[in-house]
């Protein structure tokens, strides 16, 4: 069975630039997370899809991250326009009906 | 909302000698607790994980042991091999949230020598 999958897995843009990721969960899982990862920290939830619907964005700086998830299944994070303390891992996770949480390998962007 | 802490952040031993790893909740509705190990460049991967009806669970060589009293968990690791050197995450979640929202503590990074 494949596993979460992200891409890029290396980004590396300039302040005030757009950027954006993307991730496929694991088929049939109908809840997808993204989480920020700092370095030396643990994963931040930014936001959880159920389906299509996101229901938790408590966390997501709505001034400049955005996120879809178009007919439940890929999800796409946004950042427009990144600044420089966005340089972070950003993680997605998929889970099946609240059960285990299975990371993809993530995306390590670097803000210049 | 809910706080974990961990500790140690950073933990060397032997081959063969055994880890401990503690972390303390503060939400006292919380009633999901797992283990991740993330290897470098790589994410975090469930390990085990406890629910609050049980006090402790053991899978081969790691076990996780629960007290809701005093809000705190810790995993242990017997018989250490250099391939369990990782950064290790614990979590905890439950409440009005459910199992979904987790939140993590601090790592805690785990050097095996041969």
């Known amino acids: 069975e494949a596993g979460v999958v992200q891409s890029p897995r290396y980004k590396i843009i300039e302040k005030k630039q757009p950027v954006a990721f993307w991730c496929n969960p694991i088929?049939?899982?109908?809840?997808l997370y993204w989480y920020l990862q700092n370095l030396g920290q643990g994963p931040e939830l930014l936001i959880r899809y159920e389906n299509e619907e996101a229901v938790d964005d408590s966390q997501l700086p709505k001034d400049r991250f955005s996120a879809e998830r178009l007919k439940g299944v890929d999800s796409t994070l946004k950042i427009q326009p990144a600044e420089l303390g966005d340089s972070a891992v950003y993680l997605c996770?998929?889970?099946?009906?609240?059960?285990?949480?299975?990371f993809g390998p993530g995306t390590r962007l670097t803000v210049l | 909302g809910e706080n974990v802490e961990q500790h140690p952040s950073t933990l060397s031993v032997q081959e063969g000698d055994s880890a401990v790893i503690k972390c303390t909740y503060s939400?006292?509705?919380?009633?999901?607790f797992p283990w991740y190990k993330q290897e470098l460049g790589k994410g975090p991967q469930l390990i085990i994980d406890?629910?609050?009806?049980?006090g402790e669970k053991k899978d081969q060589r790691i076990a996780v042991t629960l007290n809701k009293t005093a809000k705190h968990f810790s995993l242990h690791i017997t018989e250490t091999q250099p391939e369990d050197s990782a950064v290790y995450f614990c979590?905890?979640?439950?409440?009005?949230?459910?199992?979904?929202?987790?939140?993590f503590g601090t790592g805690t990074r785990l050097l095996v020598s041969p």
């Open positions: 939400d006292s509705a919380s009633n999901y």
């Open positions: 996770a998929s889970s099946f009906n609240k059960n285990e949480q299975f």
């Open positions: 406890i629910r609050s009806n049980v």
């Open positions: 979590a905890a979640s439950g409440g009005n949230t459910g199992f979904q929202k987790l939140v």
């Open positions: 088929s049939g899982h109908n809840t």
